[in-house]
């Protein structure tokens, strides 16, 4: 669970508390909650957010809106996000993590349950305040 030091988001203690944050994050995205999300990044202005839905966003000052019109776009998850993880590294400073993304949601506007798969590379760093993302980048799968 993430830390709060009045209305200013504190980052996770371990790579692994992370990586959980961001798995339920990408819950509350389907749901259209943005805040889980959005509590994960880095404030730097070299984070960069590499989605299927746009050109990529560098900064957290471009990646907020982005996050924000993505997860209005969902109205509700039809299920638990399923992640099949490929590749992981970790450093003392550095995670990186491979994986397939697979999730069941509600989209606004639309009938019916729309599932989609995500082939995901995320990077987190360990910063003065404990671990945040740095990247993410996301293409749909095809196979």
Partial sequence: MLARDGDIAMAYPSFDAAVAASHAALVAMANADPEPSLALWSRSAEAVLANPLGPSKRGFAMIEPEVR??????AGA???L?????????TPD?????GVERMQARHVGRDGIVQSGLRVTT????????????????DRVVA
């Fill in 69 to 74: 019109r993505v997860a209005a776009m969902f």
């Fill in 78 to 80: 039809a299920g638990p």
């Fill in 82 to 90: 399923d992640f099949e993880e490929i590749s992981r590294i970790v």
């Fill in 94 to 98: 550095l995670g990186c993590l491979t």
């Fill in 123 to 138: 990077l987190f760093k360990r910063e003065d305040d404990g671990w945040r993302l740095v990247l993410r980048h996301a």
